[in-house]
């Protein structure tokens, strides 16, 4: 690809996103799709969102930043909420993490070195700067004189081709490792062990990183890019098979962020300080605490001042505390979604790869879709989230419009359709106890591995159960009881471990800038916890990422046939879409959500402690 051409896709790349997002930006009953008027502005934002005559809320009434009122004091510091009912797992580092809460609290202290705009396209806006080659294959970066470590340190290439070898490293003991990796020059070669040195990725100068890829795709422009470095001087000595447990990733972690970690209480808060010498200006706050607070006393903890904002408010709790007189609720369509998972295979660590299994329980695509068809997610949605979720139809969310298939409806809820799916393919009551054997005869017990966490949380899982039941299955919680957030994850496979007890689980997944499906459905996908695998998977999957997926057309065409293939074989299918609805307290200013905003430096309060509910 020349360099006018590579220029051509990516300006052609941008201005079909800008169109497609300002189209969806529109509104749709349908999507759920926020409304442009409202983000980035505080239009409406004075008054309450309120229910529609069916009680049902809009994600289109709410804005993404905060309104300010006051007169900000100097310094302050600001206390964030974990909304979760369990410990936060400690792994501080963006190289190491795997927990979505670990990453609430890195990102205060440590950042990636490239920003994203709002169409989630890498900018020359972050720490470091990129230029890419003709053939867009060899991107160099420059990271900027003035960012440094929290210990003073400058942040160098070195650092960030340290953390490309340390997760190429045959030893790393994270969940990195993948085909971003794999296409870059000699990166294969390295973490076999046949190279001591990645060829792809060379270091210039102090400032300067030359990264040469296998492919020029256009995941490189949104998110196939490794942005995070890791402070060499620091971990050079440690074994790469040890870091992730290190002092220097539990204890003591340390970032280029606006806020310098000052002391952690293990997976309850941790306490920080502002970094003085931050890249972009000196924070306008002294420090912020992030803590733990259980979804059961979040209300409470709000309404008392003792946190001023939280992660994300269970929608839940939204209708009987919508006119909470000392916050101001702010909303964005989530880029995440809820789904049901089927145990289909195992991780083979060896291969470093998913293994299917045709004789596990869920093998039959048959006896997955049925399940699909038994469950109501739109009732779901009105029930238990008052519409601030709403049914999900493919495994790309309304968040990403350019690539979500708002045309396809996915599988409808029909009860009797999933009876008749279940009795063609012989799963059918041969012994009257209301439930189905298997076709082989056998008695089927599902286990439903499912996560605690909100009062939601039991309801909902029972609700599936009893839908399963209405057709038949036998579908028992796993040991007969919700499983805690680790918990959850360790069994149904993020460390390699697939527990066999696990037949079913409900997950979430908040998916990243880049709509690449690679990360959690690809073969060599630790994520990919159902372990499913298959030709045309690997073919449509790497179909995205083409050169011809230069043309954004192609590319949301082939991301279209693969939302369809994943509703065909079902490894997987979406429950629900979802409203982040996040309080902040009424003293905050410069506050927002917005998926590219970055400017935690700039948060201020308006007092010292923060008001209480009236």
């Not at 991780?347 to 998913?354: F, H, L, S, Y």
């Not at 045309?407 to 063609?424: F, H, M, R, S, T």
């Not at 012994?431 to 499912?450: C, H, K, M, Q, Y």
């Not at 057709?471 to 805690?484: A, F, Y």
């Given at each position: 690809?020349?360099?006018?051409?590579?220029?051509?896709?990516?300006?052609?790349?941008?201005?079909?996103?800008l169109l497609a997002l300002a189209a969806c930006n529109g509104g749709s009953e349908e999507s759920g799709s926020s409304d442009s008027e409202g983000e980035g502005s505080s239009e409406g934002s004075d008054s309450e969102e309120e229910a529609s005559e069916d009680g049902l809320y809009s994600i289109d009434d709410f804005s993404t930043d905060k309104t300010n009122e006051g007169e900000a004091i100097e310094g302050g510091n600001l206390n964030f909420g974990l909304v979760t009912d369990t410990a936060f797992e400690g792994t501080l580092n963006w190289?190491?993490y795997s927990g979505t809460y670990d990453a609430e609290i890195i990102q205060w202290f440590d950042e990636s070195l490239l920003s994203s705009d709002e169409n989630f396209l890498y900018t020359n806006d972050g720490a470091a700067t990129f230029e890419p080659s003709e053939d867009g294959r060899e991107f160099t970066f420059t990271i900027r004189d003035n960012v440094n470590w929290h210990d003073g340190e400058p942040v160098t290439a070195e650092d960030w081709a340290f953390a490309y070898e340390v997760i190429g490293d045959p030893d790393y003991p994270?969940?990195?490792?993948?085909?971003?990796?794999?296409?870059?020059?000699?990166?294969?070669?390295?973490?076999?062990?046949?190279?001591?040195?990645?060829?792809?990725?060379?270091?210039?100068?102090?400032?300067?990183?030359?990264?040469?890829?296998?492919?020029?795709?256009?995941?490189?422009?949104?998110?196939?890019?490794?942005?995070?470095?890791?402070?060499?001087?620091?971990?050079?000595?440690?074994?790469?098979?040890?870091?992730?447990?290190?002092?220097?990733?539990?204890?003591?972690?340390?970032?280029?962020?606006?806020?310098?970690?000052?002391?952690?209480?293990?997976?309850?808060?941790?306490?920080?300080?502002?970094?003085?010498?931050?890249?972009?200006?000196?924070?306008?706050?002294?420090?912020?605490?992030?803590?733990?607070?259980?979804?059961?006393?979040?209300?409470?903890?709000?309404?008392?001042?003792?946190?001023?904002?939280?992660?994300?408010?269970?929608?839940?709790?939204?209708?009987?505390?919508?006119?909470?007189?000392?916050?101001?609720?702010?909303?964005?369509?989530?880029?995440?979604?809820?789904?049901?998972?089927?145990?289909?295979?195992?991780?083979?660590?060896?291969?470093?790869?998913?293994?299917?299994?045709?004789?596990?329980?869920?093998?039959?695509?048959?006896?997955?879709?049925?399940?699909?068809?038994?469950?109501?997610?739109?009732?779901?949605?009105?029930?238990?989230?008052?519409?601030?979720?709403?049914?999900?139809?493919?495994?790309?969310?309304?968040?990403?419009?350019?690539?979500?298939?708002?045309?396809?409806?996915?599988?409808?809820?029909?009860?009797?359709?999933?009876?008749?799916?279940?009795?063609?393919?012989?799963?059918?009551?041969?012994?009257?106890?209301?439930?189905?054997?298997?076709?082989?005869?056998?008695?089927?017990?599902?286990?439903?591995?499912?996560?605690?966490?909100?009062?939601?949380?039991?309801?909902?899982?029972?609700?599936?159960?009893?839908?399963?039941?209405?057709?038949?299955?036998?579908?028992?919680?796993?040991?007969?009881?919700?499983?805690?957030?680790?918990?959850?994850?360790?069994?149904?496979?993020?460390?390699?471990?697939?527990?066999?007890?696990?037949?079913?689980?409900?997950?979430?997944?908040?998916?990243?800038?880049?709509?690449?499906?690679?990360?959690?459905?690809?073969?060599?996908?630790?994520?990919?916890?159902?372990?499913?695998?298959?030709?045309?998977?690997?073919?449509?999957?790497?179909?995205?990422?083409?050169?011809?997926?230069?043309?954004?057309?192609?590319?949301?065409?082939?991301?279209?046939?693969?939302?369809?293939?994943?509703?065909?074989?079902?490894?997987?299918?979406?429950?629900?879409?979802?409203?982040?609805?996040?309080?902040?307290?009424?003293?905050?200013?410069?506050?927002?959500?917005?998926?590219?905003?970055?400017?935690?430096?700039?948060?201020?309060?308006?007092?010292?402690?923060?008001?209480?509910?009236?």
């Amino acid at each position: 690809m020349t360099k006018a051409s590579w220029s051509k896709a990516l300006f052609a790349l941008m201005l079909v996103l800008l169109l497609a997002l300002a189209a969806c930006n529109g509104g749709s009953e349908e999507s759920g799709s926020s409304d442009s008027e409202g983000e980035g502005s505080s239009e409406g934002s004075d008054s309450e969102e309120e229910a529609s005559e069916d009680g049902l809320y809009s994600i289109d009434d709410f804005s993404t930043d905060k309104t300010n009122e006051g007169e900000a004091i100097e310094g302050g510091n600001l206390n964030f909420g974990l909304v979760t009912d369990t410990a936060f797992e400690g792994t501080l580092n963006w190289n190491f993490y795997s927990g979505t809460y670990d990453a609430e609290i890195i990102q205060w202290f440590d950042e990636s070195l490239l920003s994203s705009d709002e169409n989630f396209l890498y900018t020359n806006d972050g720490a470091a700067t990129f230029e890419p080659s003709e053939d867009g294959r060899e991107f160099t970066f420059t990271i900027r004189d003035n960012v440094n470590w929290h210990d003073g340190e400058p942040v160098t290439a070195e650092d960030w081709a340290f953390a490309y070898e340390v997760i190429g490293d045959p030893d790393y003991p994270g969940v990195r490792y993948g085909e971003d990796f794999t296409n870059i020059e000699g990166m294969e070669e390295y973490h076999n062990g046949e190279a001591d040195s990645i060829s792809g990725v060379e270091v210039v100068d102090e400032k300067t990183l030359k990264v040469t890829y296998k492919e020029a795709t256009p995941s490189l422009l949104t998110g196939g890019i490794w942005p995070y470095a890791l402070p060499k001087h620091i971990f050079e000595d440690v074994p790469v098979a040890d870091m992730i447990e290190s002092p220097e990733v539990r204890e003591n972690p340390i970032g280029f962020g606006p806020f310098k970690v000052d002391s952690i209480v293990p997976g309850e808060s941790v306490t920080m300080v502002k970094n003085e010498d931050y890249w972009k200006g000196e924070p306008k706050l002294d420090g912020v605490t992030v803590k733990v607070i259980n979804p059961s006393t979040v209300v409470q903890a709000l309404e008392t001042g003792e946190v001023d904002t939280v992660d994300s408010f269970p929608v839940d709790q939204y209708p009987d505390n919508a006119d909470m007189s000392n916050v101001e609720f702010l909303g964005q369509t989530d880029m995440a979604y809820t789904y049901i998972g089927f145990k289909l295979g195992t991780w083979d660590a060896d291969a470093k790869e998913v293994a299917p299994d045709d004789s596990k329980k869920m093998a039959d695509v048959n006896l997955r879709k049925a399940m699909w068809h038994a469950v109501d997610n739109n009732a779901v949605g009105e029930q238990f989230y008052n519409g601030l979720r709403w049914n999900a139809t493919t495994l790309i969310p309304p968040s990403h419009p350019e690539f979500h298939d708002s045309e396809n409806a996915g599988v409808e809820y029909d009860p009797e359709k999933a009876k008749q799916i279940l009795d063609d393919a012989g799963y059918v009551d041969t012994n009257d106890d209301g439930f189905r054997e298997t076709p082989d005869g056998e008695e089927l017990v599902i286990n439903f591995a499912s996560m605690s966490g909100g009062d939601t949380a039991e309801p909902l899982a029972n609700y599936y159960i009893q839908s399963w039941e209405q057709v038949g299955l036998n579908v028992q919680l796993l040991d007969g009881r919700l499983q805690e957030f680790n918990t959850f994850y360790d069994r149904v496979g993020q460390n390699g471990n697939d527990d066999p007890e696990v037949d079913i689980f409900q997950g979430a997944w908040s998916v990243g800038n880049d709509i690449n499906p690679a990360g959690l459905y690809g073969r060599d996908a630790l994520f990919n916890f159902s372990r499913y695998a298959s030709e045309k998977n690997d073919e449509l999957i790497a179909e995205g990422i083409s050169e011809d997926s230069f043309d954004v057309e192609h590319r949301r065409e082939v991301y279209n046939e693969w939302q369809q293939f994943m509703i065909d074989e079902v490894p997987v299918f979406p429950t629900l879409y979802r409203a982040e609805l996040v309080p902040v307290n009424n003293r905050v200013q410069n506050y927002s959500i917005a998926f590219d905003w970055s400017e935690l430096y700039n948060i201020a309060v308006t007092s010292e402690e923060a008001p209480a509910a009236e």
